[in-house]
């Protein structure tokens, strides 16, 4: 089952690809911290296939729970911890 649809905010296109943005209202919002402390994640490919340089930032803070869940779990995955966890905020 999908997720259900939420309330719709605002919705407009954008010129001049006519691509549409709606901005729908959230349950809530959810942080992943570094023992209690946020954090940011940034990313670097060295590959000189990738034409493409500096760092790219990745989300931190989600709408939905899972998203910040499954972050977390990959970082702890790959530095061998369990100090990543999920904050509600909102």
């Not at 296109?13 to 911290?33: A, C, D, N």
């Not at 946020?38 to 930032?57: A, D, F, Q």
Request: net charge positive.
């Amino acid at each position: 089952m999908g997720r259900p649809i939420a309330p719709i905010i605002h919705r407009g296109y954008q010129p001049p690809s006519q691509s549409e943005l709606i901005v729908t209202e959230g349950p809530g919002h959810w942080v992943v911290v570094y023992q209690g402390r946020p954090i940011g994640v940034l990313s670097h490919n060295n590959s000189p296939e990738i034409l493409t340089r500096g760092m790219k930032y990745g989300k931190t803070g989600f709408t939905f729970p899972g998203h910040a869940h499954a972050l977390a779990r990959r970082l702890n995955k790959r530095f061998m911890t369990t100090d990543y966890t999920v904050i509600k905020v909102l």
